[in-house]
């Protein structure tokens, strides 16, 4: 079954420095992956889609991320992080079925000024 | 636009009490979804309705109803609280199963006392 896994459960980067978020995937075939973001007291929307037409997918508010097969990672990254970034982001995959979206347990992103 | 309205925002029950948590989306989704969101689990699919007129169990069921009153409305029932459900409850929906974006109500903040 497809899953993902997002390495720390907190980063902390300074403004104006290089957000980095990592997701790993685990499956025998290229899935559809999805990076959600979290801000306080809200629901979920999404920041970026992977769905194999392209290994580099570009988001909102100028993050993207990078599909690498030889790693099975989706890593999100932003050149320069904002004090408006700090959020909660979320990796996500299809899961047992089409209908069930499963998540990774989150990165919270805190930017310093 | 509204997007996926849930009612209501915040609520605190006592053990043995019910509840029903309201959901509607005015996207025309076929899809829709409960989730609950706990620190450090990220999100787990409670019940999901891949169309109107069905429903299945997602990852944790237990101690949960919903009913897919028709395509708008999605509503998750707490027959029996329990302490363990203090969570948030998310409802999101999609166009078409969990491979297109998936849109997230506010939340709604339960305390089960």
């Known amino acids: 079954a497809q899953s993902v896994t997002q390495l720390g459960s907190h980063v902390s980067v300074s403004e104006g420095a290089l957000v980095l978020l990592r997701c790993n995937y685990s499956?025998?075939?290229?899935?559809?992956l999805f990076w959600y973001v979290q801000y306080p007291n809200q629901g979920l929307q999404l920041l970026l889609k992977?769905?194999?037409?392209?290994?580099l997918v570009k988001g909102i508010n100028g993050f993207e991320a990078e599909f690498k097969k030889s790693e099975t990672s989706f890593h999100l990254t932003k050149p320069s992080a904002h004090m408006s970034d700090a959020a909660e982001y979320f990796c996500?995959?299809?899961?047992?079925?089409?209908?069930?979206?499963?998540f990774g347990k989150g990165t919270k992103l805190s930017v310093i000024p | 636009n509204a997007g996926v309205t849930q009612t209501p925002k915040f609520q605190v029950l006592k053990t043995g009490q019910s509840m029903t948590l309201q959901c509607a989306q005015d996207?025309?989704?076929?899809?829709m979804y409960w989730y609950r969101q706990d620190p450090g689990m990220g999100l787990r699919l409670i019940y999901y309705?891949?169309?109107?007129?069905?429903?299945d169990k997602g990852e944790v069921p237990n101690g949960y109803n919903v009913s897919r009153l028709n395509k708008r409305e999605f509503s998750l029932r707490l027959e029996s609280a329990a302490p363990s459900q203090t969570s948030v409850y998310f409802c999101?929906?999609?166009?078409?199963?969990?491979?297109?974006?998936?849109?997230f109500g506010q939340g709604t903040r339960l305390t089960v006392v």
């Open positions: 992977y769905t194999s037409a392209a290994t």
């Open positions: 499956s025998s075939v290229p899935p559809y």
């Open positions: 996207m025309n989704h076929n899809s």
């Open positions: 309705s891949a169309s109107e007129g069905t429903t």
């Open positions: 999101a929906s999609s166009d078409r199963g969990a491979n297109t974006e998936a849109f």
């Open positions: 996500a995959s299809p899961g047992a079925g089409s209908y069930q979206l499963t």
